[in-house]
């Protein structure tokens, strides 16, 4: 294993695993918590936030792993986006929304599509 090899097996779990954390953080503060007032003050749809997290969670497993290990953990997080859309019933000041679903899972989706992407081009950019 060179050292490529050996930053990439800690760089991306370790992306991951902070980019998971984020996102089940934000989607389960409350809506009156200061860091969704300051998201809300951004004028950030929430539609576009919900995309762009979830297609950064697919993103990073399908480029950073083994195709048969990323494909699978970056359509697991479709369920996690179904998951946190029930468990925002719980949580004060925040809604279950169908759309917030669907708006989760083409965010996977298109993750993967951009990550495969990336992959077809990464031996051209290597030396």
Partial sequence: MTKTDTNSAFFFPLLWILAMAATITGEL???YSAPMRWVAATHIGDKTLHFMAYAL?????????RLRRGIPLALSMILLGVALE?????VPSRSFEIADMVTNALGVLSGIALALAGRAFR???EP
């Fill in 29 to 31: 503060l409350p809506g």
């Fill in 57 to 65: 969670l697919a993103f990073i497993p399908v480029l950073g792993f």
């Fill in 86 to 90: 029930f468990a925002q019933r719980l």
């Fill in 123 to 125: 031996p051209i950019m």
